[in-house]
């Protein structure tokens, strides 16, 4: 008879041979997940290498990149324009705000008076130059930087920091202009930025995008205070209008979601071939664990415990979680791509989002932790996936809330225009078509005509619908949980109205907690 120690060795060895057996197999599977799906986009015409997601390089007597660079080698890293640059349409009540260039003085975020213009056109003066280089790189068709996107992850991308900091300098620069009455310069410093963003469109990262996004809501700002100016000249407005209509949003998304796919796709297969993938990741600033022991006997059995969970859990997600994680990945990646295609067809968004919901709820990715062994080995990077999905669909909701603000804009320089000519603001958008816009403008949220209707007191009212999907009937006032008058931060988004004296006071004695 065998003795027990043979018997527990052969059960224990069993044991591993089955786990060796489900583990390789659940590999093989899923592996051929990955590659059923793969081909099933390729059919479809999906790209899903590096290669063919590649912008070409621009020709380098057409690029703007060196001229950019001579330009933001002078940009501000000091003053007011690095600590406390003006900004337009600083919202003080519910669908009111202040004309910033018509103030006194510049404000920050609290209202007190911290800096005279004087200062400021101190300051823009030593950045002339820069502001002038500029201009042409702006005049370049294509600013291309030039990025080796074969560096996947670990590609620097120090010219981002700079674009917003240009922005800053000409939309800072702009509002000084109209507060010195100066509109023709200030059209023109506008007009740089979103030439600037037109030209830039072509770089398919996300992080890229949305720095394209932040400067395009810098400069609606600017552009709201700019519109309350007296002295504009239909040709100004012309060409802003022009501007903000040629500004392109949703189909550079698109692309960097493309993009995205790849590297996604990519960044999996490095981990996988890493000893510690878990490790990259975390540092990479995903999900990590740390333990700290008092140093007894136990804390150092628990810690050898630890490591070996770790090592275990990395390896299983290299020779088979890895593969479903990529799968995860491919198919969230693909619900964000079909839902940005949706609204560049349709035009709007309330579906499109509606439908990526329901997908991405259908794929589980909101109920991670299902896998029983990688949760008791507690595998760090359970939440790749999910994570992953996450933060690229929240960058849908600022595409919306950007294409709200160029779409509002473009249509209150339309009402603009109007009254400059008609000596009255317009009783109903289609007045402007097609006169001053080829055709009403349409609300990017549920694709009706945006909300628009004269009022009593000789203003106007202009809105999208907002977030919530509803028509609150241009009701500014906030969503609840808000603690700020921001203009998207209310259940309609409203075209702000000029804020009375009274109630600019009543705000500085009442700031928002």
């Known amino acids: 008879m065998k003795k027990w120690w043979v018997k527990l060795l052969l059960v224990f060895a069993t044991v591993v041979l089955v786990l060796l057996v489900l583990v390789v197999t659940s590999s093989v599977h899923s592996k051929n997940a990955v590659d059923r799906y793969k081909d099933q986009l390729r059919a479809a015409g999906e790209k899903l290498d590096l290669k063919d997601v590649l912008p070409p390089h621009a020709d380098p007597d057409k690029n703007g990149r060196e001229l950019f660079i001579q330009a933001e080698a002078s940009l501000p890293k000091a003053g007011i324009l690095a600590t406390n640059w003006p900004s337009g349409m600083r919202m003080v009540a519910p669908g009111k705000a202040i004309v910033g260039s ?19 056109d101190q300051e823009l003066q030593m950045e002339t130059a820069t502001v002038d280089l500029l201009r042409q790189a702006s005049e370049r068709p294509q600013l291309d930087f030039e990025l080796d996107y074969n560096q996947g992850v670990t590609l620097l991308l120090p010219h981002l ?80 209008e022009r501007d903000w209509t040629n500004l392109q949003l949703i189909a550079p998304m698109e692309r960097s979601l493309v993009m995205e796919r790849v590297w996604g796709t990519r960044t999996i297969e490095q981990l996988r071939t890493s000893n510690s993938p878990s490790s990259i990741y975390s540092g990479w600033g995903g999900a990590s664990s740390s333990s700290g022991g008092s140093g007894d006997w136990f804390d150092s059995l628990k810690d050898m415990g630890d490591a070996l969970k770790h090592k275990t859990s990395d390896n299983l997600w290299r020779v088979s979680w890895s593969f479903d994680d990529e799968l995860a990945v491919l198919q969230g990646d693909q619900v964000l791509i079909e839902a940005v295609r949706q609204v560049r067809t349709n035009g709007y968004f309330k579906d499109a989002l509606a439908e990526r919901d329901r997908k991405l709820a259908a794929l589980g990715l909101n109920h991670p932790g299902t896998n029983w062994l990688r949760s008791h080995l507690e595998d760090e990077l359970a939440m790749l996936g999910p994570e992953t999905i996450d933060s690229l669909g929240r960058s849908l909701e600022r595409l919306l809330s950007c294409e709200a603000a160029r779409r509002i804009t473009v249509t209150a320089i339309a009402v603009k225009r109007y009254q400059l000519r008609h000596q009255s603001y317009p009783g109903n958008l289609e007045a402007l078509v097609p006169e001053f816009l080829a055709e009403v403008p349409r609300d990017p949220v549920d694709g009706h005509p945006l909300r628009y209707q004269m009022l009593s007191d000789g203003t106007f009212l202009l809105y999208s619908i907002g977030s919530d999907n509803v028509d609150n009937g241009g009701d500014p006032t906030a969503t609840p949980g808000s603690k700020t008058f921001g203009w998207q931060h209310s259940r309609d988004w409203v075209w702000a109205q000029p804020a009375t004296s009274k109630e600019i006071e009543f705000f500085r004695a009442n700031p928002p907690k």
Do not use: C
């Open 161 to 240: 920091s700079k674009m917003k900091e240009a922005t800053v300098l000409l939309s800072a620069s702009a509002l000084a202009n109209l507060h010195r009455g100066d509109s023709a310069t200030a059209a023109t410093n506008l007009h740089t930025i979103l030439v600037i963003l037109d030209r830039w469109k072509d770089e398919p990262l996300l992080i890229s995008q949305l720095v394209r996004i932040a400067m395009a809501q810098i400069t609606f700002t600017a552009q709201w205070d700019y519109l309350q100016s007296t002295n504009l000249s239909d040709q100004q407005l012309a060409m802003l």
């Open 102 to 120: 018509q103030q006194a003085d510049i404000w920050d975020d609290i209202l007190h008076y911290t800096n005279s213009w004087a200062d400021l």
